[in-house]
Every structure is written in C-alpha cells, then in structure tokens.
C-alpha cells in the first residue's frame, strides 16, 4: 500500500500531540521512508506495573495505530525488566518495587488488551529484559558517563524532590538512561510518550548521537486527567477508565466527567470531527462519547445495553438489573464487605472512598471503615456501584 504523502501524513501525526522534536526532522525521515520504501522504526515502551491498561493509555496507542495505519513499523516495548525499577517521571516519591513474577503477569495482560486498538499481527512485541538482563557491567559503567548528575538535577522531579531533600535513589538516575537505551537496542527512528516523559525521551536522542546512531524524533502527547478532572489519569489516584471494565461501569465514568474535559477526551480517543461535536448540546455530546468508547472496547450492543441502564438508574432513580447480593455474618466491618466483594480493588481505594463520602449505606453515608451493618439494606459505592447486603436474622 502507497503511503500518504508528506503533508498528510504530517496532518494525521499532529492531532493532538503536544510537541515535535524536532518536525523538520520527521519530515525527512518521512522524505527517506517514501523515497527508499522503507517504514519508520515507532517505538512506545510502557512499563507492565499495572494490569490494566486504560483510556489514559490509549493516547498513545490511538497514535500508534495512526503510525500503522500509515505504513509504519510499530514496536510496542514491554519495559518487563525497568517495570522492576518503575519511572520516576513526575513521582515525589520512590516508586515501590515490582517483583519479576508481578511484571510478566501484568505484562501478559497488556498483550491481550492492545489488541483491542493495534492490528497484533503488524506490530512487533519485545521485551527489553531481554537485552538488559545480557548487558555487562562494563557497558553500564560506558552508559553511565554518557549523563551527569548536573542533568539528571536539571530534571523538574528530581530538581523538586532534592530541594525539598526528599531521598532520590541512583536507581532512579539510571531509569533515563535504560529507557535511552531501548532506543538504541530498537533502532527507534521516531518515540512517542506523554509530557511528563519529556526528560527520558530526549535522553534516547542523546544517547543515540553518542552512539553514532540516527537520533529519534520525539513526539509527546498530553496526559489525559481522570474522572476527577484534575489529576493524570492512573490506577493509584482511582481516577481510570480501564478498557477492562463493564461497559455500564464505563459509560456511567464517563458520564461523569465535565463538559470541558469532554472535549478533550474526544480529541484524543475519537476520530469525531471536534466542530462538530462543540455545537451538540453538551448532554447529547457526552451520551455519544459513552457510546462510542463502550462500543470500541465492547460492542455497540453492550453502548445501547449500558446507555439504556444508565438512563434507568440515574434519570429514572431505580437500582441495576445485575445488582449482586451479599451475605454476611453480622460481624464482618464495611472494609472487609467491600474488599471480600471486589467493590473496591484495594483498602487504600475504600478508606478513600469513605473518605469522600462516597459510600453510603440504607441512605445514610458511612465514614469509618471499622462500621459493621447491622441490617439488611442497600450499600452504594460512589455512582455506580451497588451491592445488596442481607444480615443474619437475630
């Protein structure tokens, strides 16, 4: 297939990104890849630290498939082996530790879920352990004179944190020169990332010029705020829609989300002509966003199924059909009953769910994880979760 030519291809690469690093650069390594036949290497590592991938992440795959789509070679980089060391990007603190085993199941996980976005079968899948875990000492000493400590302080993160005085260990130092090395394994002629990769990816471009290397282009994307409308979009803030979830569960998320963040999300997970979309009414242009994302990561019958429940409970204040039931023995704490449930993925979630206020059972809100039910009623977990609980008769 004839690629788009250069302005085209331009056009379609530009939606939504941030910055271009540098643009006349891509466009003669778009110039070379037409003119010899020859697709450009595209690189994105993502690091398996969690799961789930969700819309937060689909940024960057959305782009990838452009890539694709274009005639383009897309290398999705598993980071199984800097998953274990985890990116300090934009953290005040050290990142905790993954374990081998934790990475390659979280890893496992990603395979299945990028194929809802990219064609499996025309990308290509590596592993950076699989150079790392072969990389002597002497070449990471060689990798490591190619940064100084001036540079990595240079970095906002690390700037903040040593200010501050908070502890910055070398490990994390050397994350940005692992990262940068991918690109040098990969041969990368262009690297997307977010805006908060800045740093780690203009290291690739450095050490590929000190390895006598063609430096990558570097394109970031904005980071996509959560359902809180403020913070990144992550599973530790609990501000996600993960690709993985109900399609009711998505929809309603969704839902929620402001008029202005809206928009955004159109931008950078829909193909939707954005003029068109500013002059819907707002409600109608959110119904149709729940719509669309459901239907691309289910099926269009799940969007009309999920549309049809949200308009049940919330327009119309009656609970879900599939509201599940719990016996408990009466002793059991709202903690326990929402972890033994899986209403929530962990007790830091709940505590800050009861935090918020955001749980409320029998009509009234419940703030203290230690409370125990003491009669049958309906427990409500921020807008969309329900659970039916039953108490033993005394």
């Known amino acids: ?18 910055d271009i690093i540098s643009e006349d650069e891509l466009k003669q390594k778009l110039e070379a890849s037409i003119k010899s036949g020859k697709p450009l290497k595209i690189k994105a590592g993502f690091d398996p630290t969690a799961p789930d991938i969700h819309l937060g992440h689909i940024v960057l795959l959305r782009k990838l498939r452009q890539f694709q789509e274009l005639g383009h ?21 050290i990142r905790k530790q993954l374990t081998a085993e934790e990475v390659a199941k979280n890893a496992e996980t990603y395979r299945r879920q990028i194929s809802k976005v990219l064609d499996i079968k025309k990308i290509k899948i590596v592993f950076n352990s699989s150079w790392f875990e072969k990389l002597s000492l002497t070449s990471m000493l060689h990798l490591a004179m190619c940064s100084s400590v001036g540079q990595m302080l240079a970095r906002d993160d690390f700037k903040k944190r040593y200010t501050k005085g908070e502890n910055i260990s070398i490990l994390e ?14 041969e990368a002629d262009v690297e997307l990332g977010g805006t908060d990769q800045v740093f780690n990816l203009l290291m690739g471009r450095e050490l590929q010029k000190d390895f006598n290397q063609p430096q990558q282009v570097v394109i970031t994307m904005p980071l996509l705020e959560g359902t ?9 803030s609990g501000n996600y829609i993960g690709i993985n979830e109900s399609p009711s569960e998505m929809f309603g998320k969704i839902m929620s ?36 994302i459901v239907a691309q990561y289910h099926s269009p019958e799940d969007a009309k199924r999920a549309q049809a429940e ?11 059909d599939d509201i599940l039931e719990y016996k408990t023995n009466g002793t059991e704490t709202i903690l326990a009953i929402l972890l033994n449930t899986g209403l929530v ?41 329900f659970l039916k609980i039953t108490c033993p008769i005394k």
């Open 73 to 93: 070679e897309v290398i999705f980089l598993i980071g199984d082996f800097t998953g274990r060391i985890g990116d300090p990007s934009g953290r005040s603190e």
């Open 228 to 236: 809180d409308g403020v913070n990144k979009m992550s599973k530790s």
């Open 1 to 18: 297939m004839q690629k788009p030519d250069i302005k085209k291809q331009l056009e379609i690469i530009k939606r939504g990104a941030v």
């Open 310 to 320: 949200f308009d049940r409970v919330f327009s119309q204040k009656e609970l879900p």
């Open 257 to 292: 989300i402001s008029d202005a963040l809206m928009v955004k999300y159109y931008e950078l997970l829909t193909d939707e002509d954005l003029a068109a979309v500013k002059s819907m009414h707002p409600k109608e242009a959110k119904i149709k966003l729940a719509r669309e």
């Open 345 to 385: 993925k962990s007790g830091n979630e709940a505590r800050r769910l009861l935090k918020q206020g955001a749980v409320i059972f029998c009509d009234a809100r419940i703030e203290k994880d230690s409370f125990i039910p003491q009669e049958s009623g309906i427990l409500k977990v921020g807008a969309r979760r």
């Open 173 to 186: 130092f050397i994350y940005p020169l692992l990262q940068g090395y991918d690109s040098i394994k990969l």
